[in-house]
């Protein structure tokens, strides 16, 4: 979006504006008011009456644009005498860095503007406006778990031919890539938005402690939509998934291989989908379902749908852009193996899980904020705390619970969570990693 309209968001702006000035790119807020839907340089927070309540602009703004007599980029001298009241604060905020200073002032109206400014060089790097009587919607006090007690880190095997029944010890913790176990083609998960099959990206044999629906359902297997091509959304298809579920099978026998597939649901898959519209689907199994035999992805009957996505027919090393999005930390491939659509065998890489010691953060729920911080103990591993405890000294493929390292802001999660990389199972997170809350089963990434 360009940055040049985002300058006219004021504290007190209601909803209906915002999202008129946003259009399409409207999207509701979180749980506490903040906008996600913005560019990463412009933060918003909506109040507790659903209106701006402060906006920040760290974005580059033209020489001919001022916000209260300042703009990103200018010479605190400059600022300073284009607004004779702007002054450096008493109090630096808690999160002050050394090598930065902060000015404002009250304009005649009671908002409060602030200038965030690098000492180094003298100049304004972002600029903060806020109305100081905004009340925010705080959300519920960070869960923590005093009966969670154990994190994990979970390792990848090398890349190997993945049994279609019996298979051994060395996969009785899961697999990455390769074919799902014990989940019928009808059950298989189909994109509402194209009809095709969803690609498995991995199964994940999951500690005791981790089971959150229930000590029966010990695996978890996670299907996402196409990340590596752009396939185009078929209309009617789109629209037949976003009707009601009838009784009856529909008249256009077109339309029926999808009310079948919608009949068969799995009990236990959750559909779930991010900003950009992927879908993903995480289904839970019992062992006898994770000790099935793998299953082959459905080929529905339909005339409405275009090409299949590249992975149904060709072999990973056709699909994925890079090796290690299919061989992990090893260079060595099986040619010619995939996922099993056209392909004669399917390879995997086998999961381990082993506890991970001494993480303060196990059973504390993940937060940014440091007043959240402090209500449930959780040490950020980048705060000053967390350097000296060298929290960020885990560097696994994907663990369980513990401390987290987002690459950009930290989802509302609980302590119950996975963290993992594009590695773990082929994804195209932007060079970025993701999250998965395993109780609440949503998930969030962001790009690197």
């Known amino acids: 979006m360009d940055n040049s309209s985002l300058l006219h968001i004021r504290p007190g702006m209601p909803t209906s504006a915002l999202a008129e000035l946003l259009g399409t790119r409207w ?29 920040i602009f760290a974005c580059p703004m033209p020489k001919t644009v001022l916000v209260e007599g300042l703009r990103t980029g200018m010479a605190i001298s400059d600022a300073l005498a284009n607004n004779p009241r702007l002054a450096v604060l008493p109090e630096a905020p808690e999160d002050a860095c050394e090598g930065w200073a902060t000015y404002g002032f009250i304009t005649d109206d009671g908002m409060q503007v602030a200038a965030n400014v690098n000492t180094r060089d003298n100049t304004v790097k972002s600029i903060r406006l806020e109305n100081p009587n905004a009340t925010y919607c705080e959300p519920a006090s960070p869960i923590f778990d005093p009966t969670l007690t154990k994190a994990f880190d979970i390792a990848l095997g090398p890349q190997r031919v993945l049994p279609k029944a019996g298979r051994g010890t060395e996969w009785a913790g899961g697999w990455t890539l390769g074919l799902p176990p014990g989940i019928s083609a009808e059950r298989w998960p189909l994109s509402s938005s194209n009809g095709h099959p969803l690609r498995h990206a991995f199964t994940l044999h999951l500690p005791s402690e981790y089971r959150t629906k229930g000590n029966e359902l010990v695996a978890l297997s996670l299907f996402v939509d196409d990340q590596q091509e752009e396939l185009s959304s078929v209309k009617e298809i789109a629209d037949y998934f976003s009707s009601p579920l009838s009784k009856s099978p529909p008249a256009d026998s077109d339309l029926l291989p999808f009310w079948q597939h919608r009949q068969a649901r799995h009990a236990q898959s959750h559909i779930m989908e991010d900003i950009l519209g992927t879908q993903f689907c995480a289904i839970w199994l019992t062992q006898q379902e994770f000790d099935g035999e793998l299953s082959l992805p459905p080929m529905p009957d339909s005339e409405l749908l275009d090409d299949p996505p590249t992975w149904i027919e060709e072999d990973y090393a056709s699909y994925f852009y890079e090796c290690w999005l299919y061989t992990g930390k090893s260079d060595a491939v099986i040619p010619g193996a995939g996922i099993g659509g056209g392909s004669g065998e399917t390879v995997a890489l086998p999961l381990s899980a082993v506890i991970r010691a001494d993480d303060p953060n196990v059973g504390r729920s993940p937060r940014e904020w440091e007043s959240e911080c402090a209500i449930n103990g959780y040490i950020e591993a980048f705060s000053e705390r967390g350097e000296e405890l060298n929290l960020s000294r885990w560097d696994s493929i994907a663990h369980l619970g513990g401390t987290m390292q987002p690459q950009q802001g930290y989802p509302e999660f609980g302590p119950y969570y996975l963290e993992f ?5 082929g994804f195209n997170f932007g060079g970025g990693n993701a999250q998965l809350d395993l109780q609440q089963i949503k998930i969030d990434w962001a790009c690197g």
């Open 27 to 55: 999207k509701e807020p979180d749980e506490q008011g903040h906008l996600t839907c913005l560019s990463k340089d412009v933060s918003v927070r909506l109040d507790s009456d659903r209106a701006a309540g402060y906006v």
């Open 421 to 425: 990389e594009e590695g773990f199972g």
